[in-house]
């Protein structure tokens, strides 16, 4: 108990427990979506697409999350766009964005003379250290995306299941792929001052890949994704606290080992108590 | 002109057209499917689209449901231009197409039909449910309303889908091989469905790569390779000279009136079917 609440004195490590639990929720409810839609790999790319904007946010003394916005949405559309109009595949394209958008922002970092420890820990994530005033923007950034999704949640799940079927029946299932894209991005906004850019394509994936093998229903998986997804980043912060370690990394392992106990030992078929696959949904 | 002339158009007239397309042409890319398209399909009618892999058989459903932009050409889709009814078209994707491991049960399907003509941040009320209960009994699903739709038969999930078209209240079903690779008696189930919503006054176009079946089982068949080879009363799926012309090479005549049909794809599909029931059971 004292362990628990002892931190709870600390204002800094108050702010840190908002923010962890900020993060698990949008996280996961962005992430059933990406799981879902198989995004991993383009939620990887936006992610470090935003590392530039937040060099360039440094440089300009500007929020950081205004300039991760500029630069992971901007990129976000411009997979969007390019993976609709090339006959390259898609991965190969992301790719490309990738490596390039994560480059301009090491060649922009290191034109940058003296101290940077700050902006390092973009890359790894530091939760503890986030100030009020980024805290009030990320609430109100995460708000947003949470009334997107209740707002367009049937739409997104069906133009997911059936893009055809949707589009047929009229739903405009290009502008809700570039919408999700766009909340993907803003996603990872929220997300890199406490797990880093390098990780945050974890708190986006895990959780709801950890849901989506105990369940077979749309709603459950993404209200168990969000308790997996808060409980983790805020145990994630408790270990990083005590441990004195990187909370990026504190979080993202808590959220793995969730995942590989499930995967092993989940009543639906884990892979070291294999069963009937027909078992009755959950 | 006859009096007898003058009936048969005014005739003709009283049923009102639900699908028109005038010399239209579609294609992928640079690479044209279909030309030269010229199609009227009535309201109510029972209509089959038959034709070798490639032939363009599922472009031209995509291009009626509006999925795909015609080159050429007028299309007229319940009176509007491509997707302009959209909330009044119900389209049903080939099976191999969705993803049956996905978190959603039988009556979630079902409800997705609602979700159009539900709009914006409007969840589904009782009216909803209502309906997806109806259509569910109407495909005699309701006793599987609950399961994971992984866990169903080949001949189940396809009454899923039409469960969510009749849901959805469709005038126009659009449905991409509905009967592939399911077995006689499910096929019959699945047509009989599809003859009371035709008789009901829904438009039904369905491809299809089984020729029995289009011939007895809908009212008129449209041959399709590349362009309308064929089109008629369902018998012609049989016609010896039909198939000739539209299964050009994959085709083998034994005498007269037998035929033996080279389809691999056909083949193909029925052999994913029998895994689908592996992973399912």
Redesign the interface.
Known sequence: MELILEPLAYPFFVRALVAAILVGTVCSVVGTYVV?RGLAFIGDAIGHAAFPGVVIAFLLQVPFYLGAAVAAVSTALAIGFVTRRT?LRPDTTIGVLFAGTFALGIFLFSTIEGYVADLFSFLVGNILFISIGDLVGLLILGGLILAAV???W??L??ST??P????????PVGRLEYLLLILVALTIVVSVQAVGIILVVAMLVTPAATA?LL????A??MGMAVAFGVGGAVVGLYLSYWLDVASGASIVLVETALFVFVLAFNPRGGLLRRRR??S??G | MTLATVDAAATLATVPTAVSLVDMAAGYHDRIALEDINLDVPVGSLLAIVGPNGAGKSTLLKVIAGLLPAWRGTVSVLGAPPGGAARRIAYVPQAELVDWHFPITVSGVVMMGRYPGLGLGRRPGRGDQEAVREALIGVGMLEHAERQIGALSGGQRRRVFLARAVAADAELFLLDEPVTGVDATTQQDIMDILATNAAAGRTIIATTHDLACAAQCFQRVVAVNRTIVADGPAEIALDPEMLARAYSGHLLMLDGNRVMLDDAHHHDESGAERHFHDDGG
């Open positions: 879902l006959t209740a707002l367009l049937k739409e799940l069906y299941f059936d055809l079927g949707a589009a047929a029946s009229g739903l989506q369940t077979s229903r749309f459950r998986l696959m027909l009755p949904p």
